[in-house]
Nanobody, 121 residues
Framework: QLQASGGGLVQAGGSLRLSCTAS????????FGWFRQAPGKEREFVAT????????SYADSVKGRFTISRDNAKNTVSLQMNSLKSEDTAVYYC????????????????WGQGTQVTVSS
């Protein structure tokens, strides 16, 4: 079970840190991803991190501004979002699966409930 938190309202240029906690003892067996969905748009890939955290991948739209990380001892994956823009406004979801490299939502088996991020301009 995945639980996302940390969303909120922030001004453009500001920062937020999202967290995703997972229950269970096999946390390190999973690759995690962050996705987002804005109103009227399809869910899109934001970032993903490998089992040990040594590999990460980002959507071009967030590269250089967002950082994904994980702490396997705490069963937590985080998304640090800096220099936020109005177009980053969306519901953000964390997701997990066992295989590295996927950016399509359909490739992730497990999903959290989402947390709203609103960036005011």
């Amino acid at each position: 079970q995945l639980q996302a938190s940390g969303g909120g309202l922030v001004q453009a240029g500001g920062s937020l840190r999202l967290s995703c906690t997972a229950s269970g003892r096999t946390f390190s067996s999973y690759v995690f991803g962050w996705f987002r969905q804005a109103p009227g748009k399809e869910r899109e890939f934001v970032a993903t991190i490998s089992w040990t955290g040594d590999s990460t991948s980002y959507a071009d739209s967030v590269k250089g501004r967002f950082t994904i990380s994980r702490d396997n001892a705490k069963n937590t994956v985080s998304l640090q979002m800096n220099s936020l823009k109005s177009e980053d406004t969306a519901v953000y979801y964390c997701a997990a699966d066992m295989y590295w490299g996927a950016t399509a939502p359909g490739n992730y088996r497990y999903w959290g409930q989402g947390t709203q991020v609103t960036v005011s301009s």
